[in-house]
T-cell receptor
């Protein structure tokens, strides 16, 4: 148990639709990151939020957007879905201090685009 | 973005055997982390290595960080079915950059 939850567990959408995925981070972790993991691959960094502001982005188009809320929850929004967006989407809450830098992953949302 | 190569891609062994998986980069790691991911779950951090030449042990798992901080290995002694999973290495900067992983299957 990492204390990070995600919803929904699975989701099926059709090409062109929009989707919102949700994540609840550990209390006190003010940094959340989102990753996309295609089948057979390692997770790829989408973006990171710190205190409700985006402060880092990977190689993903603007139709991938996010929000972070004061209650340690966050959202990943994807517009104009494409077939290649089918993947496991992971969120991770980050705890960093002088001694450690650890990201705690949720179980992911499996998105299928038909 | 740092590119990490992991080998082998797949590994299937019998319970009780030993195994080693590798992680390599053409550039120096600031720090490197190893994760294990089981089906239906997110990756779980196993260890962080920072210093070149560092060796860390976690029960039957031994992690080595190369002297030049460009490579790392994970060795499992007397593997058990519970060790089955996807083993991922990641460089840890403001974001994690993962390798493609090694899928390990330990047969009972």
């Amino acid at each position: 148990e990492t204390g990070v939850t995600q919803s929904p567990t699975h989701l099926i959408k059709t090409r062109g639709q929009q989707v919102t995925l949700r994540c609840s981070s550990q209390s006190g972790h003010n940094t959340v990151s989102w990753y996309q993991q295609a089948l057979g691959q390692g997770p790829q960094f989408i973006f990171q939020y710190y205190r409700e502001e985006e402060n880092g982005r990977g190689n993903f188009p603007p139709r991938f957007s996010g929000l972070q809320f004061p209650n340690y929850s966050s959202e990943l929004n994807v517009n104009a879905l494409e077939l290649d967006d089918s993947a496991l989407y992971l969120c991770a809450s980050r705890h960093r201090d002088s001694f450690t830098d650890t990201q705690y992953f949720g179980p992911g949302t499996r998105l299928t685009v038909l | 973005t740092q590119l990490l190569e992991q080998s082998p891609q797949f590994l299937s062994i019998q319970e009780g055997e030993n195994l080693t998986v590798y992680c390599n980069s053409s550039s120096v790691f600031s720090s490197l982390q190893w994760y294990r991911q089981e089906p239906g779950e997110g990756p779980v951090l196993l260890v962080t290595v920072v210093t070149g030449g560092e060796v860390k042990k976690l029960k039957r798992l031994t992690f080595q960080f190369g002297d030049a901080r460009k490579d790392s290995s994970l060795h499992i002694t007397a593997a058990q079915p519970g060790d089955t999973g996807l083993y991922l290495c990641a460089s840890n900067d403001y974001k994690l950059s993962f390798g493609a992983g090694t899928t390990v299957t330990v047969r009972a």
